[in-house]
């Protein structure tokens, strides 16, 4: 049994968030208080946020990724919307 002295850290978090992160650790077989030592350990580990905190959002980082291949003429080109649409749905 560990004898480390236990200390309390109080959050804010909306009620929402709550409950959907506790549904997700659930699943996975964790309580909130188990995550969250999961989460402080690895910033240790790492020295850092243990993932990538930017300004932008997952759609803007895809939008400059679509505008980077197209500027090195990595598209592909299609005669109508039919095709394209063929062409997505492997003509299914």
Do not use: C
Not at 44 to 67: K, M
């Amino acid at each position: 049994m560990s004898t480390k002295k236990k200390a309390v850290i109080t959050a804010r978090v909306d009620l929402d968030t709550k409950e959907r992160a506790r549904k997700v650790f659930e699943n996975a077989g964790l309580d909130m208080t188990t995550a969250i030592n999961i989460y402080l350990k690895k910033a240790i580990a790492i020295n850092g946020v243990p993932f990538a905190v930017t300004a932008n959002d997952s759609l803007d980082e895809a939008t400059l990724r679509a505008h980077e291949e197209i500027k090195r003429g990595e598209y592909d080109s299609f005669d109508s919307v039919d095709d394209w649409f063929k062409d997505l749905t492997d003509g299914n």
